[in-house]
């Protein structure tokens, strides 16, 4: 535990956007290599490393390495040093749980038997790690796993682990629409076409993708992040951009949102007149996260199994999203992914008495999010240990 925290303060001061974790890879590199352990190179700045150990089944654990654009405003001591950004979504801990345990493993082969893939994943942030992993080579790369194992460390109490079967995150999209207006003199409006009214329009009725069109029960939810138009108030400019991010359990419903999404701005812009089409661009795609009912199952009796009564919860499924599903969807193999808690226990009992926990906690992304070092760390290593051995232990 001791080389773990150390790790773990190391990476949480000298954290990487997606795509340049470059001095994250060269260390986590390094410390695989001070464990004998030969690692590779995937994706940039993915780095896996492979321990065989006999035969039985094959076993991929994963854990992402990326950090935000957020300035930290923790008050911890080993804060970021690195301006305007911030491991503020836990992934400085996945990553040194992972390392924890891939030496735990390591240095106890004469306990269990198969292979255990470390995978340690670039880019989460933006939706492009997993699948850059991919496009390099992984799958021919590594041996075929027969399940695929992931975590995230959630504002949930410290010491408990949450799971769920089926969806436990959401499939998420954000989306550019463009519409086209024709400027004008702000004292000349009846020249133009108006985008920031139509602009104005469109989010408006997008309300009602949800509240009229989705089903009761349903979970869907359409949010504008960003409304951008004009440069000067005497000017009616000729275009507006609406940012927007979508989130859903159901594929099928996902697809009606996007078509009503589109139904709606195109309707808008032809009743303002306006003089070309919409235009729509999707990014920073992420696919449904949700568990394999056997994987699930696997999981879960083994943590109720080693963790005290209490400790293992069932979690309620998160509308945050995750690339993760993609490495093990392109095996075309189950997966189990689980949260843990990492909020100090009596601050997090304290905030539920009171009901103050969604304003007194700060959630992922948040620059004052701040897991608990202990005991979530030995917790969050356990529990990859315990999720690996359920399969590799005969």
């Known amino acids: ?24 890879a060269e260390r986590i590199e390094a410390e695989l290599g ?12 993915g780095v896996v490393t492979v321990l065989e150990n006999g035969p039985g089944p094959t076993v991929l654990a994963r854990a992402d390495i990326d950090a935000l654009p957020v300035s930290e ?40 038997s198969g292979t255990y893939i470390a995978l340690f994943q670039p880019a989460e942030e933006n939706s492009a790690g997993a699948q850059a992993m991919l496009d390099d080579g992984l799958a021919a790369r590594v041996p075929r796993p027969d399940v695929a194992l992931a975590q ?16 436990v995150l959401s499939a998420g999209d954000s989306l550019k629409i463009t519409v086209h207006g024709r400027g004008a003199h702000g004292s000349m409006p009846h020249t133009a076409v108006d985008p920031v009214v139509l602009a104005a329009s469109i989010v408006l009725r997008l309300q009602t993708i949800v509240s009229r069109e989705t089903e009761p029960g349903q979970f869907a939810v359409v949010t504008v992040g960003a409304s951008n138009a004009g440069t ?34 195109r309707g808008e812009c032809a009743a303002a007149g306006a003089p070309r089409e919409p235009e729509f661009e999707y990014y920073d795609q992420f696919p449904l996260t949700s568990n394999d009912a056997g994987a699930h199952r696997t999981v879960t009796e083994a943590f109720t199994d080693h963790f005290a009564p209490g400790q ?16 093990p969807d392109a095996f075309g193999i189950p997966y189990a992914y689980w949260f843990v808690g990492s909020v100090a226990p009596e601050t997090f009992r304290a905030a539920m008495e009171a009901g103050t926990v969604s304003s007194d906690i700060p959630a992922n992304h ?9 005991p979530t760390l030995e917790i969050a290593t356990r529990a990859h240990v315990v999720a690996a051995c359920a399969y590799l232990v005969p």
């Open 152 to 167: 995230h460390v959630m504002p949930a109490e410290a010491g408990t682990i949450g799971t769920a079967p089926g969806p």
């Open 232 to 265: 000067k108030s005497n000017i009616i400019p000729d275009r507006a951009e609406l940012l927007l991010n979508l989130r859903t359990y159901d594929p099928a419903l996902r697809a009606q949102v996007i078509s009503s999404i589109e139904r709606i701005v």
């Open 34 to 45: 001070g464990l004998g352990l030969e690692s590779l190179r995937i994706g940039g700045t």
């Open 73 to 112: 405003d923790t008050g911890l001591d080993y804060s970021s040093t690195v301006d305007g950004v911030m491991h503020a979504c836990g992934h400085d801990m996945h990553l040194v749980a992972l390392l924890g345990a891939t030496r735990l493993l390591s240095e106890h082969r004469q306990a269990w």
């Open 366 to 374: 948040s620059p004052f999010f701040a897991p608990a070092l202990d």
């Open 312 to 327: 293992v919860f069932e979690a309620v499924p998160a509308t945050a999203s995750e690339d993760f599903s993609r490495i």
């Open 1 to 24: 535990m001791d080389w773990q925290r150390d790790l773990y303060r190391l990476f949480h001061q000298v954290p990487e956007l997606s795509l340049q974790e470059h001095r994250t």
